[in-house]
């Protein structure tokens, strides 16, 4: 193999293409050179080599998405990762959601400009087949950012990473976690969380409320009814551009 020698626009090329996603091992191949000479190039370039599970990645992804919260999509799918989510301590970012939702993976994927593949699988819950979707992002940079900047651990979460969501933005992460972990009947709506979630939901809508501990572990619920609950879903769902379409039409009707 010859020694490659790069030119300013290919080495401003590859560092792009590198930092975007792409493997050094593909970019190695197309310029005829090895994987090496690829990361001396980005780091040359001030880029950041990836750790071996993103640099093998099969499919691309904007990592650095997540970076500045300055959008209603990426404040509601923060909020939405936030109730339905999980992040493991590889790094892996889990959706997974009923079979009736598919449509809002698909959803998912657009906004991260993805192409991972949704995984159908099936659980068996007291006796009766509950089928589910599921989609698997890893990145080492945008576990990182959950983490560290909005409070998602593998094993806890914590609402003081809301801080780095500006306040006009709060109310489409509300929508994500209520479309994740909320529920809506005849005039009533209900929050499933831990007691700082749910706390920090009352306060931001300032209404009257009740709170009951859940029967099952660590959790609580916050419920409003009536002329309250309307007010919340059309907060919430009125004008909005990303939400679960099934909870909005629910708000139609209620």
Known sequence: MNRFIATPQQELEITQRYMNGESSHKLASEFNTHHGTIADIVRRNNGSMRMNKDSNRLYSLDEHIFDVCNTEEKAYWLGFIYADGTINRQRTVILDIAEKDKEHLEKF???????????PG??????????????????????????EKYGMTPN???????????????????????DGDGCTMSRKISFLGQLEEIDFIINFFNLPSSRYKYQRGNMYYWYATGKFADIILHKMYDNCS????RKRERKSRS
Do not use: D
């Not at 991260?112 to 593949?117: A, D, L, R, T, Y």
């Not at 990303?242 to 379409?245: A, H, I, N, T």
């Open 109 to 119: 994927k657009s906004f991260m400009k993805i192409k991972n593949p949704i995984r």
């Open 122 to 147: 099936e659980i068996i819950l007291n006796g009766k087949s509950h089928k589910h979707n599921a989609v698997y992002v890893t990145s080492q940079h945008m576990g990182k950012v959950l983490l």
């Open 156 to 178: 806890n979460k914590s609402i003081n990473g809301l801080e780095n969501i500006p306040e006009e933005l709060r109310i489409h992460w509300i929508r994500g976690f209520y």
């Open 242 to 245: 990303v939400c679960l379409e």
